[in-house]
């Protein structure tokens, strides 16, 4: 069965530094999300992407972060200058919306470690 | 502002009984809503999906009802296994798909 692929898998870096996580979706899908979970705390909605346009985005979702799709198979999330308090597990989703009530498909996550 | 809650952080239920979830929600008139599974360290994995106008809605050993008077879902794990132990998460939107918080199932043997 097709899956949502994410890496690094783990990612550590230095406060200030930029991060780009990767992810590569379902390849027929058409809608893509980034999520992100804190340790011990629910799964967030960051920011919904359709149409090479974001189409949602939550209030964390602010001008530190950015999602580019650069190419037919890839979808990124980049933070520009890691916080502390961006350590947190990030989740990519797709979807393909044939219907409007079409479930997420996840990956298995990144890691990130801010110290 | 627009909420879900699921009633129990953490569940324990005897192997072979039926586990029952609780998903209530505010400020959404939502058409359907979804549940997923989530294993520690791992991404949500879909399970059902109900719409506004189904009362009930079943696959395998699972059942989901909806009732969008009470806003509210109950989602039920008949025959219990302990390869159910997972934490079980409500979903509700269209481009903004919010989660709740989940409750932990744990199985017992």
């Known amino acids: 069965e097709p899956e949502v692929t994410q890496t690094p898998s783990h990612q550590v870096t230095q406060m200030g530094q930029e991060v780009i996580l990767r992810c590569v979706p379902i390849s027929n899908h058409l809608y893509f999300y980034w999520y992100r979970q804190i340790l011990g705390q629910k799964v967030e909605f960051l920011v919904s992407?359709?149409?090479?346009?974001?189409?949602?985005k939550s209030e964390i979702f602010d001008d530190q972060f950015s999602v580019e799709r650069p190419d037919g198979s890839n979808f990124t999330l980049k933070i520009r200058s890691t916080k502390l308090e961006d350590s947190a597990m990030y989740f990519c989703?797709?979807?393909?919306?044939?219907?409007?009530?079409?479930?997420?498909?996840f990956g298995n996550g990144t890691r990130l470690t801010v110290t | 502002s627009q909420k879900i809650e699921q009633n129990s952080e953490a569940l324990n239920i005897q192997e072979g009984k039926t586990a029952t979830l609780t998903c209530n929600y505010t400020n959404y008139s939502p058409a359907y809503l979804q549940w997923y599974r989530q294993d520690p360290g791992r991404g949500p994995v879909f399970l059902l999906l109900?719409?506004?106008?189904?009362k009930e809605k079943r696959k395998e050993r699972l059942k989901v009802t909806f009732d969008t008077t009470l806003k509210q879902s109950l989602f039920h794990i008949t025959a219990s296994q302990p390869a159910d132990s997972a934490t079980y998460l409500c979903a509700l939107g269209d481009d903004k798909i919010i989660f709740g918080k989940g409750t932990r199932l744990h199985i017992l043997p």
């Open positions: 992407f359709y149409n090479n346009e974001i189409s949602e």
């Open positions: 109900i719409r506004e106008n189904e």
């Open positions: 989703a797709s979807s393909d919306r044939v219907m409007r009530n079409s479930p997420l498909h």
